[in-house]
């Protein structure tokens, strides 16, 4: 576009930005949106455009009410799994801009992310186009003398020029349009009766129909555009408040009121129509409302409202993509101003929609673009619920949805997805795939812009096979994010491991390591006779396990010449598993902790109660350290091995656990409280986790109600292992005193 057409816009913008006050202008530059008016708005309005007041009516009469309703529950068994799928998803990671592409791009990295990106917001570009054509039917509708084809390019400026000048403004003008289209449906409603000499619900309807138009797939591709509006709020991810809320509960009350609006118009139409008005007649609902002038309002409002909404949505996938150097000219689409609106980007969609618009006009119309949008979508699907059956199979402690599905829901949405694709149009089908992998494969083979902050893809092939570990090497490091418990279990004798057993178990099943180290002096290996077997038992449990065997006259060197020659192995211990008995020898204990410090490994010093020991495996308490200024980050302060390992303990023991901490006075324990509540919702903890606050000195604090079965304390940089083993005695049971190594988040 121009500059002087662009220097317009701005001008325009900046007008009706100091119109709007300084209070709109904060708000915008916060970028933040509520569930209504972020994701179920623009989501209902777009779910309830071009598709319901022009196309069901063909729709049923083509297929008949029993197959028109097949086609609307077949559509919503993908689009509902999808949803669910992007709930879980929301509820388990911070999604930022982008959508569906940060969803996928966080999960199986951006590579996979931009293939199917792409495709997205250029569906979302067409889709404009669409919207816009039925805007311009129910406006010729209306106004039969005026032009179609510039009653359309004037409806794509219009909708360009407000999605332009401010989000907000778009948002609040879906407002209004919003209960346009509510009472458009309630003169529908009003229509089923017979007033003022209309027939209402006198016809017998049709159940089957003779597929008259097209055949039952094409059927479905034509209708199926209308319940792609889910992307519409998903899209808005980054411009949400709360999006661990608004995504979930916004898209599933806005499918779940959309869905019966339309069984009910499908019933209508059914009742107060024949089949051959409905094929013929593509404005059967104006003739048939109650009141004709309303359904025309509703019909411009939400054609209108949807342009607005995929204008809206589309840009900011675009940018998202652009951001992580995935597009041609990324610097300039990636630009956004001081409001955070993204106008590079939406010059470019807006010359993607004006094209597609063109070509639509030029020949092939509603129906030709309404397939074509299918496709892309439905790819779009297909991969939101590959990520989350891939995360669901890999079963890592940071996938902790607060809003978990059965693992049957992703597949049902992933192989609904694949079937209707072939069904539809097989060719068209195998080019999208076949499109898809080309762009991973060209992706795969640049350099992209990825923090790896989020990316799990290093811990998906680290648990699918051996043979995938080069990749992963290959891959941006994400230790938080594909944390395990891996363990370094240094033994002189087999009864060490042996009594560890059901404790061992405990913290790593089901998708830890153990790695039993048994170091002996040379010539006396017989003592470490029956390891392999111990070993054994793990694997028969499920667990992964490994012995190593090694001769040293000093313990301390061989776990520390071990600990060297593996953590340069792919499959390296994060873990020192440690044991301090009454008869451990506390200087032996403290060189092993101090020297394996150096080595990015956490320390677990495990200390048993002589009498109690684990008692009923049940509680657990979890001393918690305040981090600096009370505030976290993207780790827990200091705490984060403290919280995986109690997460660990407690879904293999089905306990409960006490997050507990000691303060000086009254606003140190006010901090606290809040501290834990936020803790407890970022690191995804169970509900019935308690929080216990005491003003006290520690070392008196430890004594006071709860008591656990097992007690986690951070293990101080200054060791006094005559003190840990003293809190033993105080607590009066077992104690793990942990360390973390700096690559654990309790938040990832």
Same mark, same amino acid.
């Given at each position: ?44 309005? %777009? $779910? ?7 196309? &069901? ?12 309703? +097949? ?9 509902? #799994? ?12 911070? $999604? ?63 909708? @360009? ?5 401010? %989000? ?45 138009? !097209? ?71 104006? =003739? ?87 496709? @892309? ?49 097989? &060719? ?18 640049? #350099?992209?812009? =990825? ?15 051996? !043979? ?63 390891? =392999? ?72 010093? +495990? ?16 001393? $918690?350290?305040?981090?600096? =200024? ?8 200091? *705490?984060? +091995? ?9 879904? *293999? ?25 936020? +803790?407890?919702?970022?690191?995804? &903890? ?17 004594? &006071? ?44």
């Amino acid at each position: 576009m121009p500059a002087s057409i662009q220097g317009t816009f701005e001008r325009l913008r900046d007008r009706v930005s100091k119109a709007a006050g300084s209070q709109e202008a904060e708000q915008e530059r916060e970028q933040t949106f509520g569930t209504f008016a972020g994701v179920f708005t623009p989501t209902v309005l %777009t $779910i309830l455009g071009a598709i319901m007041y022009l196309r &069901l009516g063909q729709v049923v009469g083509n297929a008949g009410m029993v197959g028109a309703i +097949l086609i609307i529950l077949l559509a919503h068994v993908i689009t509902v #799994t999808t949803a669910l799928s992007v709930s879980s998803i929301a509820t388990n990671t911070r $999604i930022g801009a982008g959508g569906a592409f940060a969803i996928i791009s966080k999960a199986l990295g951006v590579e996979v992310g931009g293939a199917v990106g792409v495709p997205l917001f250029l569906a979302q570009g067409i889709s404009i186009a669409l919207y816009v054509l039925a805007f311009g039917e129910g406006w010729t509708r209306i106004f039969p003398g005026h032009n179609y084809i510039v009653v359309c390019v004037i409806a794509f400026l219009l909708v @360009f020029v407000i999605a332009y000048i401010s %989000t907000s403004f778009a948002f609040r003008i879906q407002f209004l349009i919003l209960a346009i289209v509510g009472f458009s449906l309630f003169s529908v409603f009003l229509g089923s009766f017979p007033i003022n000499g209309q027939a209402g619900l006198s016809q017998t309807p049709v159940l089957w129909g003779d597929y008259a138009l !097209w055949d039952f797939w094409n059927t479905f591709a034509i209708f199926f555009p209308a319940v792609t509006g889910i992307m519409a709020g998903i899209s808005m991810s980054g411009s949400l408040k709360n999006p661990r809320k608004s995504l979930p509960v916004g898209t599933m009350s806005a499918i779940a009121v959309t869905l019966v609006i339309y069984l009910a118009l499908t019933y209508w139409l059914a009742r107060v129509a024949t089949p051959d008005e409905l094929l013929t007649n593509e404005t059967i609902m104006v =003739d048939k409302a109650f009141w004709s002038w309303a359904v025309l309002a509703g019909i411009l409002g939400a054609t209108f409202s949807s342009a607005l909404g995929s204008l809206v949505a589309a840009p900011r996938v675009m940018q998202a993509l652009a951001e992580k150097q995935l597009l041609p000219y990324s610097e300039e689409l990636a630009h956004e101003t001081e409001k955070g609106e993204p106008h590079t980007a939406m010059l470019a969609i807006g010359g993607i929609g004006m094209l597609a618009l063109l070509l639509a006009l030029a020949g092939g119309g509603l129906n030709a673009i309404a397939a074509v949008i299918t496709m @892309f979508f439905i790819i779009t699907y297909a991969m939101l619920n590959v990520v989350v059956l891939t995360e669901q199979t890999l079963n890592m402690v940071s996938f902790r949805p607060t809003f978990s599905i059965p693992r049957l829901v992703p597949l049902i949405g992933l192989i609904g997805c694949l079937i209707v694709m072939f069904l539809i149009n097989p &060719l068209f089908s195998l080019v999208a795939i076949v499109l898809v992998l080309a762009l991973y494969y060209y992706l795969a083979r640049h #350099t992209l812009v =990825d923090d790896g902050s989020d990316d799990v893809r290093s811990g998906l092939f680290y648990t699918i096979a051996q !043979w995938a570990a080069n990749k992963a090497i290959s891959m941006p490091s994400a230790p938080e994010r594909a944390w395990k418990p891996s363990l370094l279990v240094p033994v002189s004798a087999v009864g060490e491991l042996k009594g560890s057993y059901r404790v061992l178990k405990a913290i790593t099943w089901p998708q830890g390591v153990v790695n039993s180290l048994g170091i002996c002096p040379p010539g006396e290996m017989e003592r470490l006779d029956g390891l =392999d077997q111990i070993t054994r038992a793990f694997l028969n449990d499920g667990i992964s396990a490994q012995t190593t065997l090694l001769e040293d006259e000093d313990f301390v060197d061989g776990v520390r010449a071990a600990t060297q020659v593996m953590r340069h192995t792919f499959f390296r211990p994060n873990l020192l598993f440690l044991q301090l008995r009454r008869d451990s020898k506390l200087r032996e204990l403290r060189q092993l902790i101090d020297k394996t410090a150096a080595y990015s490994m956490g320390i677990v010093l +495990l200390a048993r109660h002589p009498i109690n020991d684990l008692g009923q495996e049940q509680v657990i308490n979890v001393w $918690i350290s305040p981090p600096p =200024d009370w505030k976290l980050t993207k780790q827990a302060g200091g *705490n984060d +091995l403290s919280i995986l390992l109690a997460l660990q303990l407690q879904q *293999n023991w089905n306990g409960r656990i006490n997050l507990r901490m000691a303060v000086a006075d009254e606003e140190a324990a006010a901090k606290a409280q809040k501290l834990l509540e936020e +803790l407890i919702i970022l690191a995804r &903890l169970p509900g019935s986790t308690c929080i216990v606050v005491q003003q006290n000195r520690f070392e008196e604090a430890l004594v &006071l109600e709860p008591r656990a079965d097992l007690t986690i304390i951070g293990l101080p940089r200054v060791l006094n292992l005559s003190f840990n083993r003293r809190i033993v005695d105080l607590v009066e049971g077992s104690c793990a005193f942990v360390r973390d190594s700096g690559e654990e988040s309790a938040l990832a």
